[in-house]
């Protein structure tokens, strides 16, 4: 057996309903072609694809939201000491962001009458943890409300040590809801996946939920016309949300709500609004876009929680001074190069023992290091389930506590991880301390001494849930099918825009074709890059293949060879001069 799986490639199945019927609302049919290929619903199409902020869902339709908001407004009223507690990853540092302007430039409430709270990854864990709620409860400036974003939702226990102090909590989450239910102590929990609630949109991102909160403060202020400051519009947060929003890779195509801030939250970082925005700028010259956040702006932030406790990234997000916000670039982009040495050193141990545990025939990857970085394991277990197509949990040494290690979890379509924990956990004892998350990733810890029963567990679990699902697990890569002679232009990338944003369940289009190498060499520090010169469809284009070499076979190919390529477009610039150009998603003969 391989030391890992070939990717399998599909063409997408068109929905040619769907592709009539918004060539019948004057979509343009290569535009269409691609849409019918994602969204198979008729009613919702328009709306995902047109995208108008009148078509947000009404927050006060969460449960939990009318109360919550008028304890934020008691709060206000009384000039009480708000404690913000949010995650440490994009979507937690932009949730913390997007409450501290609110509060403070919405509602006019003190700088000094806010507390922030983000838990350090490595010394206090994930979410509203023991350390801390300790940490809070012995604060110098104690406050009487604690609001969560993006976590609380598993987090009863300290919630309860919280109120026993007089400290009212407001949990905003949209991790799935644990076995036992919200938590009975919190004074109101606003979480769309909860059972009763009427928002129905569970697929919004944590930062989305606090923003919710906010427009149900300003609205229920401003019927009782006690709104602050009415020249502060919430649609200037929208920058914040659209940041987590693409950072946390929620559904692209089953949420109206994440299109419609994702859009115009890209549209008010091109425009430079902010001084954070202005010292990215180098790094968005030509166009903001679902890619530049995902795979620029958001690793930048998150290197900050991985790697150190998260604050630093919401101080460069609220920062007001733009000599300072070029500073704080250069700190992320320190943090965001070690990260990387890390996880490289990290992810090629890790990518041993799984393809180990593949070549047994797992049909789940749970890998522990000794010497592994909880700060980086999610983006290495990332990148071992793509590799394997297989659900995988990667963990690490937890920072202080010897005898307990934390995990992360990332799983593929059509397995969702969060329930195959709840079976886990259920079905063993005295093996999961905590655990939390979604669909497709959570956050774990076990003790130590119990990482054999819990893989053994896990296995089962995700065998039982394969069999009931009639499923087959591999790596997979889903394409539109080929582009023509005259498709291969610029213009299609122009046209391609259109459709953003890209995200999960709607990623940006890889297209198929049969091409013929006319030049290739291997480049980058460490010659893993397979830079490519194609004949698609008698057009000469540059390609660019990364991490070409983890692939069986690459060091075969040969000049003339005639190949079938997945790529996606992209723009090429140079010297003031744009040309068509491909990056290579999979290559082979």
Same mark, same amino acid.
């Given at each position: 057996?391989?030391?890992?799986?070939?990717?399998?490639?599909?063409?997408?199945?068109?929905?040619?309903?769907?592709?009539?019927?918004?060539?019948?609302?004057?979509? =343009?049919?290569?535009?269409?072609?691609?849409?019918?290929?994602?969204?198979?619903?008729?009613?919702?199409?328009?709306?995902?694809?047109?995208?108008?902020?009148?078509?947000?869902?009404?927050?006060?339709?969460?449960?939990?939201?009318?109360?919550?908001? *008028?304890?934020?407004?008691?709060? #206000?009223?009384?000039?009480?000491?708000?404690?913000?507690?949010?995650?440490?990853?994009?979507?937690?540092?932009?949730?913390?962001?997007?409450?501290?302007?609110?509060?403070?430039? $919405?509602?006019?409430?003190?700088?000094?009458?806010?507390?922030?709270?983000?838990?350090?990854?490595?010394?206090?864990?994930?979410?509203?943890?023991?350390?801390?709620?300790?940490?809070? @409860?012995?604060?110098?400036?104690?406050?009487?409300?604690?609001?969560?974003?993006?976590?609380?939702?598993?987090?009863?226990?300290?919630?309860?040590? @919280?109120?026993?102090?007089?400290?009212?909590?407001?949990?905003?989450?949209?991790?799935?809801?644990?076995? &036992?239910?919200?938590?009975?102590?919190?004074?109101?929990?606003?979480?769309?996946?909860?059972?009763?609630?009427?928002?129905?949109?569970?697929?919004?991102?944590?930062?989305?939920?606090?923003?919710?909160?906010?427009?149900?403060?300003?609205?229920?202020?401003?019927?009782?016309?006690?709104?602050?400051?009415?020249?502060?519009?919430?649609?200037? #947060?929208?920058? /914040?949300?659209?940041?987590?929003?693409?950072?946390?890779?929620?559904?692209?195509?089953?949420?109206?709500?994440?299109?419609?801030?994702?859009?115009?939250?890209?549209?008010?970082?091109?425009?430079?609004?902010?001084?954070?925005?202005?010292?990215?700028?180098?790094?968005?010259?030509?166009?903001?876009? *679902?890619?530049? #956040?995902?795979?620029?702006?958001?690793?930048?932030?998150?290197?900050?929680?991985?790697?150190?406790?998260?604050?630093?990234?919401?101080? /460069?997000?609220?920062?007001?001074?733009?000599?300072?916000?070029?500073?704080?670039?250069?700190? $992320?982009?320190?943090?965001?190069?070690?990260?990387?040495?890390?996880?490289?050193? !990290?992810?090629?141990?890790?990518?041993?023992?799984?393809?180990?545990?593949?070549?047994?025939?797992?049909?789940?990857?749970?890998?522990?290091?000794?010497?592994?970085?909880?700060?980086?394991?999610?983006?290495?277990?990332?990148?071992?389930?793509?590799?394997?197509?297989?659900?995988?949990?990667?963990?690490?040494?937890?920072?202080?506590?010897?005898?307990?290690?934390?995990?992360?979890? %990332?799983?593929?379509?059509?397995?969702?991880?969060?329930?195959?924990?709840?079976?886990? *956990?259920?079905?063993?004892?005295?093996?999961?301390?905590?655990?939390?998350?979604?669909?497709?990733?959570?956050?774990?810890?076990?003790?130590?001494?119990?990482?054999?029963?819990?893989?053994?567990?896990?296995?089962? *679990?995700?065998?039982?849930?394969?069999?009931?699902?009639?499923?087959?697990?591999?790596?997979?890569?889903?394409?539109?099918?080929?582009?023509?002679?005259?498709?291969?232009?610029?213009?299609?990338? =122009?046209? #391609?825009?259109? @459709? &953003?944003?890209?995200? %999960?369940?709607?990623?940006?289009?890889?297209?198929?074709?049969?091409?013929?190498?006319?030049?290739?060499? /291997?480049?980058?520090?460490?010659?893993?890059?397979?830079?490519? !010169?194609?004949?698609?469809?008698?057009?000469?284009?540059?390609?660019?293949?990364?991490?070409?070499?983890?692939? =069986?076979?690459?060091?075969?190919?040969?000049?003339? =060879?005639?190949?079938?390529?997945?790529?996606?477009?992209?723009?090429?610039?140079?010297?003031?001069?744009?040309?068509?150009?491909?990056?290579? &998603?999979?290559?082979?003969?």
């Amino acid at each position: 057996m391989s030391l890992r799986p070939k990717p399998s490639v599909y063409v997408r199945e068109k929905n040619d309903e769907i592709y009539q019927y918004l060539c019948g609302e004057n979509i =343009d049919a290569f535009l269409a072609n691609i849409i019918a290929r994602r969204i198979d619903d008729k009613e919702k199409v328009l709306s995902l694809t047109q995208l108008t902020l009148k078509n947000l869902t009404d927050p006060l339709l969460m449960k939990g939201m009318d109360r919550a908001a *008028s304890r934020v407004i008691e709060a #206000l009223e009384r000039e009480e000491v708000i404690g913000l507690e949010t995650d440490h990853d994009c979507d937690g540092q932009t949730s913390h962001a997007i409450l501290f302007e609110g509060l403070t430039k $919405l509602f006019l409430h003190p700088k000094d009458k806010i507390r922030s709270y983000i838990g350090h990854r490595m010394e206090e864990g994930y979410g509203l943890s023991d350390k801390l709620a300790a940490r809070i @409860l012995s604060d110098t400036i104690k406050p009487t409300l604690i609001i969560t974003a993006d976590n609380g939702s598993s987090d009863e226990e300290r919630i309860a040590l @919280l109120k026993a102090d007089n400290i009212d909590t407001i949990v905003t989450d949209h991790h799935a809801i644990p076995p &036992e239910g919200v938590p009975k102590s919190a004074y109101s929990v606003i979480n769309p996946t909860q059972k009763d609630c009427h928002y129905q949109d569970p697929y919004i991102a944590g930062c989305m939920v606090a923003w919710l909160l906010l427009a149900a403060v300003r609205k229920k202020l401003l019927d009782q016309n006690k709104l602050p400051n009415s020249s502060f519009q919430l649609t200037e #947060l929208l920058d /914040f949300v659209a940041v987590g929003t693409v950072a946390d890779c929620v559904s692209m195509a089953k949420s109206v709500n994440n299109r419609i801030v994702a859009f115009y939250g890209m549209r008010k970082i091109s425009q430079k609004s902010r001084p954070c925005w202005e010292a990215f700028s180098d790094y968005f010259q030509h166009q903001v876009d *679902s890619e530049l #956040l995902g795979f620029m702006i958001a690793p930048l932030l998150n290197s900050d929680g991985r790697m150190s406790n998260a604050l630093s990234s919401v101080s /460069f997000l609220l920062s007001e001074d733009v000599n300072e916000t070029y500073k704080w670039v250069d700190f $992320l982009q320190l943090q965001n190069t070690q990260r990387k040495a890390v996880q490289k050193k !990290m992810t090629e141990k890790a990518m041993s023992k799984a393809s180990k545990a593949y070549q047994k025939g797992n049909k789940s990857l749970c890998v522990y290091l000794e010497d592994g970085h909880a700060g980086v394991h999610g983006i290495s277990a990332s990148r071992i389930k793509d590799a394997f197509g297989l659900p995988t949990i990667l963990f690490s040494p937890k920072l202080g506590e010897s005898e307990v290690i934390t995990g992360s979890a %990332r799983s593929v379509d059509g397995v969702n991880i969060k329930w195959i924990l709840d079976q886990v *956990s259920q079905s063993t004892k005295e093996v999961v301390i905590k655990y939390g998350g979604h669909t497709g990733a959570a956050g774990i810890s076990i003790y130590k001494d119990k990482f054999d029963v819990f893989s053994e567990v896990l296995e089962k *679990s995700v065998r039982d849930y394969i069999h009931q699902h009639s499923l087959e697990l591999k790596p997979r890569i889903f394409c539109e099918g080929g582009l023509t002679y005259n498709e291969l232009k610029l213009e299609i990338v =122009d046209k #391609l825009a259109k @459709l &953003e944003p890209f995200g %999960r369940e709607f990623e940006a289009p890889i297209f198929l074709n049969e091409a013929k190498i006319l030049a290739l060499r /291997f480049v980058g520090k460490e010659q893993v890059h397979l830079q490519l !010169m194609l004949d698609i469809e008698q057009k000469k284009l540059k390609a660019i293949w990364f991490f070409a070499t983890e692939h =069986d076979g690459v060091g075969a190919l040969q000049l003339g =060879d005639t190949v079938n390529v997945a790529y996606r477009l992209s723009k090429e610039h140079f010297k003031g001069v744009s040309s068509l150009s491909i990056k290579v &998603e999979y290559l082979y003969k």
